[in-house]
T-cell receptor
Framework: GAGVSQSPSNKVTEKGKDVELRCDPI?????LYWYRQSLGQGLEFLIY????????KSGLPSDRFSAERTGGSVSTLTIQRTQQEDSAVYLC????????????FGAGTRLSVL | SQKIEQNSEALNIQEGKTATLTCNYT??????LQWYRQDPGRGPVFLLL?????KEKRKERLKVTFDTTLKQSLFHITASQPADSATYLC???????????FGAGTRLAVHP
């Protein structure tokens, strides 16, 4: 498919474990974004990549959260020592990176921390 | 402080009527504003973009207005259908932040 792909679609983990969430953006999209959406809430910005660099990490909630992007394509969001408050849907979006930035979203990963 | 506000309560309307959703913002000077639709279990889908120098934009049954003086955007769906039921998110791009800032969304329910 030509859309943004995220995996896994659902992840259940125990408190204290590390998790990795993956995002495959649309081919050719230079910009990639991670958001978090809690139940009934709006999108909370986490981090933005332009190519492989992250000029804006301002939304990462704590140092337990990190993300990387390799080859200007796939990105991984890692949450270390997960806490129950990390439970949410994690959404990835990509865009051409040009102005205006229309973003194309994946279906998200639903993370449940028990 | 900076805020984007959308009606937190669900909007219920009858099929065939016009739905109007509101997005208000404070302490931003957005270059443009976007509207997205989100269905349960899905990611948001882009609908329309309007720039700061545009007053109105249309696409089929959708219309967006942008009033930079009032700091408000209105999103209209005419001849609404049950299939239009979803959550609608506004997002603004503020060059100083180089990213989209999303509102919390308004849930629209169109009843037959």
């Amino acid at each position: 498919g030509a859309g943004v792909s995220q995996s896994p679609s659902n992840k259940v983990t125990e408190k204290g474990k590390d998790v990795e969430l993956r995002c495959d953006p649309i081919s050719g999209h230079t910009a990639l974004y991670w958001y978090r959406q809690s139940l009934g809430q709006g999108l909370e910005f986490l981090i933005y990549f332009q190519g492989n660099s992250a000029p804006d990490k301002s939304g990462l909630p704590s140092d337990r959260f990190s993300a990387e992007r390799t080859g200007g394509s796939v990105s991984t969001l890692t949450i270390q020592r997960t806490q129950q408050e990390d439970s949410a849907v994690y959404l990835c979006a990509s865009s051409l990176g040009s102005d205006p930035s229309i973003q194309y979203f994946g279906a998200g990963t639903r993370l449940s921390v028990l | 402080s900076q805020k984007i506000e959308q009606n937190s309560e669900a909007l219920n309307i009858q099929e065939g009527k016009t739905a109007t959703l509101t997005c208000n913002y404070t302490n931003y000077s957005p270059a443009y504003l976007q509207w997205y639709r989100q269905d349960p279990g899905r990611g948001p889908v882009f609908l329309l973009l309007i720039r700061e120098n545009e007053k109105e934009k249309r696409k089929e049954r959708l219309k967006v207005t942008f009033d930079t003086t009032l700091k408000q955007s209105l999103f209209h769906i005419t001849a609404s259908q049950p299939a239009d039921s979803a959550t609608y998110l506004c997002a603004l791009f503020s060059g100083g932040y180089n990213k989209l800032i999303f509102g919390a969304g308004t849930r629209l329910a169109v009843h037959p």
